[in-house]
């Protein structure tokens, strides 16, 4: 089944079993910018509901089971109101969705989402941060080891490019779309060589081999770039000028 016959399939299957509690059904992430690559790319779905009782969620419950066993990622659901509510906590996430989506069933509720930019930096900054610790506690897990390296620059590049592209937004730029395009501009921006993250991008995508990096001295790099990056971040904007600080977040939890 193609990715678009499985969007078809849940879409009916929601409206099947969710009746008129269904407002909306919203594609996002790579399937939404045109970098799905088949293999290691979700397809990611918001559903906006009237409400979302108990009994609501056991009306959602075979659609969702369905489309987990096909090996996506369980689709997120929100009431309108609650979604409005969360864009100061889920700044980055709902401004990417902003940006880029495709309304698969109802209306385009993404105009009604208004994401506060002062916290948009914040999330920035700590997001940074938290993924910047979680790659060195997956790291000591396996120094050594240059099969499980590469696999954790593969799986976190992603949620790098993202986070860099939105770092080019809280400088007052406007980002390119594209991943390895994004990272270039910052890469002018901030000052560093983005080599190592073209090459990470690039053996993700299928178009170079593995065995063609040398992956300790990319991982170096991969992590030194990240780390200026963050430094930049929270040199450029600092704290809020009210001095506020935003919502508290807890350290990540251990890798393990």
């Known amino acids: 089944m193609t990715a678009e016959e499985s969007l078809t399939e849940l879409t009916t299957r929601l409206k099947d079993d969710a009746g008129r509690n269904l407002m909306s059904i919203i594609l996002y992430g790579s399937a939404a910018t045109g970098e799905f690559h088949t293999g290691h790319s979700d397809l990611n779905v918001l559903c906006i509901m009237r409400s979302l009782g108990k009994d609501d969620l056991g009306k959602l419950h075979a659609a969702s089971a369905w489309w987990i066993k096909k090996g996506h990622p369980t689709p997120l659901y929100f009431t309108l109101e609650e979604l ?10 709902l401004l990417d969705i902003k940006t880029a989506h495709r309304v698969l069933y109802g209306d385009d509720v993404t105009a009604l989402i208004d994401v506060p930019m ?60 594209a991943k390895a395009e994004a990272i270039s501009r910052l ?8 080599a190592p993250f ?45 001095g506020q600080q935003g919502n508290p977040e807890s350290l990540p939890k251990a890798a393990g």
């Open 118 to 177: 002062d916290l948009h930096r914040l999330e920035v900054e700590r997001e940074l941060r938290n993924n910047t610790l979680r790659l060195r506690q997956h790291y000591l897990l396996h120094p050594e080891d240059s099969r499980k390296i590469l696999e954790l620059m593969t799986s976190s590049i992603s949620t790098f490019a993202a986070l860099f592209r939105h770092a080019l937004l809280a400088f007052g730029e406007k980002p390119p779309s």
């Open 187 to 194: 890469g002018s921006v901030v000052g560093f060589d983005p």
């Open 84 to 93: 409005q509510r969360s864009a100061d906590v889920y700044a980055i996430e």
């Open 198 to 242: 073209h090459a990470i991008l690039a053996i993700r995508e299928g178009q170079k081999r593995g065995r063609d990096v040398d992956v300790q001295a990319t991982f170096a790099a991969y992590l030194d770039r990240i780390e200026k990056v963050t430094a930049e971040v929270d040199r450029r904007l600092g704290a809020p000028a009210d």
